[in-house]
């Protein structure tokens, strides 16, 4: 233990007491400080409890009128290792996390989250049999949890998680990650879900969600089978008309990060409804705007669609060449549109070679109103090498305007960080701001030296700054 450290030597109830005042996100930080903060959580609010009766135990603390004041969390041990952490945060938050128990060899399971579901007799098998997973509340006794997060579920607890989640028909964001062992997601009435987070689940190769168009939708991991069953309503500006859209996200963001590379097979489906108001026959009809896709054909033209109007994306440049590129006109007047709302853009690649920067400038030319793009250089990401020869198209459009910052991380040759840089000066109208990450913390900017080279150029070098984060700050989708 560090000789400076006072805290830790403090008896247990005054360590639970601070914790109590820390936001859980905070709280359960805490177990990584040290053998003693650990040791700290297996003592609190030790329940020897059934998976069953852990749900049973949370569904009555999310009664707002039967809640604890002073009890905010507890752990339930199953035996076998097995743990799950349990809290009740501010804003309607739950958290529930199976992280601190023996993670044992993940079993194969399907997971089926109806966040609405219906009478028993309407579930699909095996679920309908199962006598474990108690029947949803009425409506009146069901909870306004509007934040869920599940972290690290198995096959063991999947099952009365699933009754668990039925009765939260307000949930708006869901978060699930590092669930080893889920091999298929099928996420269903998710009317009200506004944001969905799905991070690190190692063995998934199958994503259905059906629901509301997402303002938000972050997904970490390898580019499975997806598809989406949309069943909201979108409205035209101009005609005021409703329209059923296979558009999966509005506005918001999308995390795209296949750094991870694909499947052997993949597919990214919309599938539509099949009631269609006028507005959206039209649609139908215009064969510019048809996808192959709604007659299930494997293609990635309606996950170009799905991210239509989002202000700040996340994207592999693989993915982007598997994708979209090969769709690209000799012009990029037909889908600009489709980018003409990013604001934020964050680039990964396992390289910077010259036909690499020709995607990423390629990409770039699509995106008019772009302010702050992030680059970064992954040596683990998905390497899947050029196939197609940029130059002749990333000669392009005028100057990007709006953008003002570069950040680049990842790179461990300044050279060819510098190179990357005289690639991207022509495309600002204003001096720009383009600065690096490396070494941590440390943030160097690029700055032009009063010196002409050989053949008539400003050299440019790195210098450090200091306060790197009011600089420019990390992007929305980074440290999750």
């Given at each position: 233990m560090?000789?400076?450290?006072?805290?830790?030597?403090?008896?247990?109830e005054i360590l639970f007491r601070i914790i109590t005042f820390l936001p859980f996100e905070s709280a359960i930080q805490t177990?990584?400080?040290?053998?003693?903060?650990?040791?700290?959580?297996?003592?609190?609010?030790?329940?020897?409890?059934?998976?069953?009766?852990?749900?049973?135990?949370?569904?009555?603390?999310?009664?707002?009128?039967?809640?604890?004041?002073?009890?905010?969390?507890?752990?339930?041990?199953?035996?076998?290792?097995?743990?799950?952490?349990?809290?009740?945060?501010?804003?309607?938050t739950l958290h529930l996390d199976f992280s601190l128990g023996e993670q044992e060899f993940p079993m194969l399971f399907d997971w089926l989250l109806p966040l609405n579901l219906p009478s028993r007799h309407k579930w699909p098998f095996p679920y309908m049999r199962d006598e474990k997973i108690n029947p949803p509340l009425s409506p009146d006794q069901q909870f306004k949890?509007?934040?869920l997060y599940?972290?690290?579920?198995?096959?063991?607890?999947?099952?009365?998680?699933?009754?668990?989640?039925?009765?939260?028909?307000?949930?708006?964001?869901?978060?699930?990650?590092k669930c080893n062992g889920v091999q298929s997601l099928d996420i269903e009435d998710a009317a009200r879900l506004q944001k969905l987070v799905v991070l690190d689940c190692q063995q998934l190769e199958y994503f259905c969600f059906g629901g509301s168009c997402l303002n938000s939708f972050r997904y970490r991991g390898r580019l499975v089978s997806f598809r989406f069953k949309l069943s909201c309503k979108c409205y035209c500006s101009d005609l005021?008309?409703?329209?059923?859209?296979?558009?999966?996200?509005?506005?918001?963001?999308?995390?795209?990060?296949?750094?991870?590379?694909?499947?052997?097979?993949?597919?990214?489906?919309?599938?539509?409804?099949?009631?269609?108001?006028?507005?959206?026959?039209?649609?139908?009809?215009?064969?510019?705007?048809y996808c192959g896709c709604a007659n299930k054909f494997k293609c990635f033209n309606s996950i170009v669609k799905s991210i239509n109007g989002v202000q700040?994306?996340?994207?592999?440049?693989?993915?982007?060449?598997?994708?979209?590129?090969?769709?690209?006109?000799?012009?990029?007047g037909d889908i600009e549109i489709c980018f003409k709302q990013l604001k934020?853009?964050?680039?990964?690649?396992?390289?910077?070679?010259?036909?690499?920067?020709?995607?990423?400038?390629c990409f770039l030319n699509l995106c008019p109103n772009l302010e702050r793009l992030y680059v970064t250089i992954d040596h683990k990401c998905y390497d899947l090498p050029c196939t197609e020869k940029f130059s002749g198209i990333v000669s392009g459009p005028d100057k990007l305007n709006d953008l003002k910052v570069v950040k680049l991380e990842g790179y461990s040759d300044e050279k060819k960080e510098i190179f990357l840089a005289r690639r991207l000066v022509p495309l600002f109208r204003d001096s720009p701001l383009i600065i690096s990450k490396s070494n941590g913390t440390c943030l160097r900017q690029l700055v032009k030296v009063r010196k002409l080279e050989k053949k008539g150029k400003y050299p440019y070098k790195f210098k450090v700054v200091e306060n790197p984060h009011e600089i420019c700050p990390d992007h929305v989708h980074m440290n999750l």
């Open positions: 560090d000789p400076k450290d006072f805290i830790s030597c403090l008896p247990d177990t990584f400080l040290s053998t003693r903060w650990k040791d700290l959580w297996k003592k609190a609010l030790v329940l020897n409890r059934t998976i069953e009766d852990a749900v049973a135990i949370i569904l009555s603390y999310l009664d707002e009128l039967h809640r604890p004041t002073n009890q905010w969390g507890f752990q339930f041990n199953f035996g076998h290792g097995r743990v799950l952490f349990a809290a009740i945060a501010t804003n309607n949890i509007k934040t599940l972290i690290s579920v198995s096959r063991f607890s999947s099952r009365a998680l699933t009754s668990l989640v039925s009765n939260l028909p307000f949930l708006e964001s869901l978060t699930i990650a005021r008309l409703p329209f059923l859209s296979d558009c999966a996200f509005h506005k918001g963001d999308a995390m795209l990060d296949f750094r991870q590379g694909p499947l052997t097979q993949w597919t990214w489906e919309v599938e539509k409804p099949h009631v269609y108001s006028p507005f959206y026959l039209g649609l139908m009809m215009d064969t510019s705007s700040s994306l996340t994207l592999c440049r693989w993915f982007f060449e598997k994708s979209i590129c090969k769709n690209l006109p000799s012009s990029s934020d853009l964050w680039w990964i690649d396992c390289s910077m070679e010259r036909e690499n920067i020709n995607a990423l400038i």
